[in-house]
């Protein structure tokens, strides 16, 4: 799937109860667990793509992403798919050469609004932001502007980014 994903960086706990009054539904309120892989010669890193390892709540996922342009654009293609047993897939993903190379946790609270997938996001170290997907970026700058949010908190970043902009470098340790 095809997608457009943005960070709205520094938002306050307010926007909780502004995206339940809009009618946002409830995922997933949990600690999640985040361990990307790439090989020794970092081929994903290379490519501008990752694969990436989750473990939130009771469930684990397994996803592949990769960044691509379209019409000037940053579009993140991505392939995912529920896992049975965390530890499992991680002793497969080492035993066929891959290696952790960043490691963190952070709390999410994921909503479904509409075309949106919606998660705010706290990291230690980091003010609470959200990230948001949809498959059209005036949609998410018309969530941003309902939301009561200032419009140059939308940052097309991906985690290392960040990362760097707070220069937090203990989150990639493993």
Known sequence: MEEIEVK?????????????SMGARRLLDADV???????????LQSQGASLRLEKQGDESKISF??????????????????LDDFDSMDGILRAIGMEKVQQYKKHRI????????????????IPALLEIKTSDIDKVY?????????????KNWSTEELFDYYDITNLLQV
């Open 8 to 20: 709205v960086i520094e938002v306050d706990d307010s926007v909780l109860n502004k995206l339940d």
């Open 33 to 43: 667990i985040v361990v990307k892989y790439d090989f020794h010669d970092r081929a």
């Open 65 to 82: 992403n990769k960044i691509v342009e379209k019409g000037g654009k940053k579009i993140l293609a991505e392939i995912e798919t529920k």
């Open 110 to 125: 994921a909503f479904e609004f509409g075309d949106f997938s919606i998660a705010y996001e706290k990291y230690e170290g």
């Open 142 to 154: 018309e969530l941003v502007r309902k939301l009561g949010i200032d419009e140059r908190k939308v």
